[in-house]
């Protein structure tokens, strides 16, 4: 399984951005997937998380701002990014999951990452 995100880049604090996590190659091996960032200086933290079915789950930090989607039909992953903070600023990450369990070091398959920057 190959994944490759885009939509990251530069916006001031309160805009938005779309990322998309493009899968291809044995993805009938995916169920869970999920976007995770990692901050200069920390760890690689969860962001969200949807299952096969589409349940999903968020960050407290994030809820209410961010949403997680998937597109079954295009295997793609999708989150979209509102009233952006500057702490929000990571390189961020796809992860695909073969389990059922957004445990990081369960992760299967991960993305290079995209950077989103965050002015203030």
């Known amino acids: 399984v190959q994944l490759v995100e885009s939509g990251g880049g530069l916006v001031q604090a309160g805009g938005s951005l779309r990322l998309s996590c493009a899968a291809s190659?044995?993805?009938?091996?995916?169920?869970?997937m999920g976007w995770y960032r990692q901050a200069p200086g920390k760890e690689r933290e969860l962001v969200a998380g949807?299952?096969?079915?589409?349940?999903?789950y968020y960050a407290d930090s994030v809820k209410a701002r961010f949403t997680i989607s998937r597109d079954n039909a295009k295997n793609t992953l999708y989150l979209q990014m509102n009233s952006l903070k500057p702490e929000d600023t990571a390189v961020y990450y796809c992860?695909?999951?073969?389990?059922?369990?957004?445990?990081?070091?369960?992760?299967?398959?991960w993305g290079q990452g995209t950077q989103v920057t965050v002015s203030s």
């Open positions: 190659g044995s993805i009938f091996r995916i169920n869970v």
């Open positions: 949807i299952s096969g079915g589409g349940t999903t």
């Open positions: 992860a695909a999951f073969q389990g059922y369990e957004l445990d990081i070091s369960q992760a299967d398959y």
